[in-house]
């Protein structure tokens, strides 16, 4: 059977476009997608009010949710807090857990946290897949049952898209989709540029695709977006969906 995924990012309530978000809840109730995969920064600065908005968005939408932090979704303000219970708030309004799994009769989709509380670095976006995350993705991975379609949401990017080829990737992005080619994982979905991308990165069917911002109005250069895939016969299609000004349109084919 075929399934319907959207796959968002970058909501970033708190700095969000109102009439964006209108026509985005009527967009995909009107699909009807079997599963909406969120791969992170559901708000801008991780304040209260906006998980609170964000949530009451992506609430009254049509389908199930797996949702993934991103680097936005940690308190830049309260340094404490971050530094000692950085997903406080994130399991107060969003869920207890940052890495969550979702599987049906076709598909499996394993959330990976890739945002850090901080580094040795000023820049503390940047984001990382650990020795620790990943063996437990692998351990989640291994722990599915044949046969099904394999999906993994993160926020940061493991291939660097055609518009910003010179994009900082996260920290070990290769050997993470080595041993997601491993476990047979056919689609990563990723955020964190505002810039969509859709292509094959190995032999045997791994698809990177990231998806632009989906309703927030800090843009790089690109109209608000997102991804809907349809899985059917082991395959994906990916099709982007871009904001025109007034509604939702695929985005033409590359030249």
Not at 57 to 85: C, K, Q, W
């Amino acid at each position: 059977m075929t399934r319907r995924v959207a796959h968002l990012s970058d909501l970033h309530f708190g700095a969000e476009d109102p009439k964006v978000v209108a026509s985005f809840a009527q967009e995909l109730a009107d699909w009807a997608p079997d599963l909406i995969a969120i791969s992170g920064d559901l708000t801008q600065g991780a304040r209260h009010e906006e998980f609170i908005a964000a949530m009451a968005f992506l609430e009254g939408l049509p389908a199930p949710r797996l949702i993934v932090p991103g680097n936005h979704d940690m308190s830049p303000y309260n340094l404490m807090e971050r530094f000692t219970d950085p997903y406080r708030r994130w399991r107060r309004h969003v869920q207890e857990v940052t890495e969550p799994v979702f599987e049906d009769a076709e598909i499996a989709v394993v959330g990976m946290n890739t945002a850090r509380r901080a580094g040795l670095y000023l820049n503390w976006a940047r984001g990382r897949v650990s020795g620790t995350r990943l063996a437990a993705a692998e351990g989640r991975l291994a722990a599915l049952p044949p046969g099904l379609f394999r999906i993994v949401v993160a926020h940061h990017p493991f291939l660097a898209p055609e518009l910003k080829p010179g994009a900082r990737l996260v920290g070990n992005a290769e050997p993470a989709l080595a041993a997601f080619a491993r476990h047979d994982v056919r689609l990563v979905l990723t955020g964190h540029l505002h810039l969509g991308d859709v292509r094959p990165v190995r032999e045997g069917g791994l698809v990177v695709a990231q998806a632009g911002s989906a309703t927030s109005h800090r843009l790089r250069g690109t109209p608000n977006a997102y991804n809907r895939i349809l899985v059917e016969d082991g395959r994906a299609r990916v099709t982007p969906r871009q904001w025109h000004g007034e509604g939702w349109e695929d985005l033409p084919p590359a030249k």
